[in-house]
T-cell receptor, first 112, second 113 residues
Framework: KAGVTQTPRYLIKTRGQQVTLSCSPISGHRSVSWYQQTPGQGLQFLFE???????NKGNFPGRFSGRQFSNSRSEMNVSTLELGDSALYLC???????????FGSGTRLTVV | QKEVEQNSGPLSVPEGAIASLNCTYS??????FFWYRQYSGKSPELIMSIYSNGDKEDGRFTAQLNKASQYVSLLIRDSQPSDSATYLCAVNGGYSSASKIIFGSGTRLSIRP
C-alpha cells in the first residue's frame, strides 16, 4: 500500500517568490492536513481539506493557501515568500482525525 | 496557555530502563490521543493511539490516559538506543473526526548505552 507522497522533497526559493507543494494521500483517505515544522515552533497546523473542502484552518496569514482535487490530491501554495517561511512542510492523510494521521516525508523549503 | 504541553527535554535514560514521557492538554472535549515518534530528519510516525481512560499496551510501549487530569503519558520499557528520538504528543482538538489534531512541541529522548 503506497504511503503519503510529497513533492518536491527540497526547494530553494528567493524572497518574494511563490511556491506550490504537492501531496498525494494514501488511497482511500479523503482528509489531507498540512503542517509547518520549524525548530522553534514545532508542528503548526496550516489547514485540512476533506472532499475538496477546507474543513479546518490554522492561524497563518492569507499568503498560505491550499486546495484539494477530486482524487484527494492536495496542493499548498505560499505567495510572497518570506525568510521566516523556511521550514519543513508536512502533509498528512487520514480517514478521520480520530484515527491519527500518516505523514509524508515532507518538503524542505528554504527561502533565501 | 499552549493547547498541548510537553517537557522539551532532553530526557536521558540508560539502556534497559523505563522511559516516561508526559503530556497535558487544555481542551476537555478532546476524545483521541496519540503519540508520534520522529527521528532526526524524518517525518513523524504514529506509534500509539488511546481513546479511553487507563492503560493501553503495545509491545514495549504503554500509553496512559487520565481525562479528569487532562494528562497523557507514554512509557517505554527496556529502552533501546533505537528509541532515541523526539516524541510528539497529539490530541484531537474536539468531539469528532472532523476536528484537527494539535501537536505538542515534543520531548527529545536519548537512550545512553
Amino acid at each position: 500500500k503506497a504511503g503519503v507522497t510529497q513533492t518536491p522533497r527540497y526547494l530553494i526559493k528567493t524572497r518574494g517568490q511563490q511556491v506550490t507543494l504537492s501531496c498525494s494521500p494514501i488511497s482511500g483517505h479523503r482528509s489531507v492536513s498540512w503542517y509547518q515544522q520549524t525548530p522553534g515552533q514545532g508542528l503548526q497546523f496550516l489547514f485540512e481539506y476533506f472532499s475538496e473542502t477546507q474543513r479546518n484552518k490554522g492561524n497563518f496569514p492569507g499568503r498560505f493557501s491550499g486546495r484539494q482535487f477530486s482524487n484527494s490530491r492536495s496542493e499548498m501554495n505560499v505567495s510572497t515568500l518570506e525568510l521566516g517561511d523556511s521550514a519543513l512542510y508536512l502533509c498528512a492523510s487520514s480517514t478521520g482525525s480520530n484515527y491519527g494521521y500518516t505523514f509524508g516525508s515532507g518538503t524542505r523549503l528554504t527561502v533565501v | 496557555q499552549k493547547e498541548v504541553e510537553q517537557n522539551s527535554g532532553p530526557l536521558s535514560v540508560p539502556e534497559g530502563a523505563i522511559a516516561s514521557l508526559n503530556c497535558t492538554y487544555s481542551d476537555r472535549v478532546s476524545q483521541s490521543f496519540f503519540w508520534y515518534r520522529q527521528y532526526s530528519g524524518k517525518s513523524p510516525e504514529l506509534i500509539m493511539s488511546i481513546y479511553s481512560n487507563g492503560d493501553k499496551e503495545d509491545g514495549r510501549f504503554t500509553a496512559q490516559l487520565n481525562k479528569a487530569s487532562q494528562y497523557v503519558s507514554l512509557l517505554i520499557r527496556d529502552s533501546q538506543p533505537s528509541d532515541s528520538a523526539t516524541y510528539l504528543c497529539a490530541v484531537n482538538g474536539g468531539y469528532s473526526s472532523a476536528s484537527k489534531i494539535i501537536f505538542g512541541s515534543g520531548t527529545r529522548l536519548s537512550i545512553r548505552p
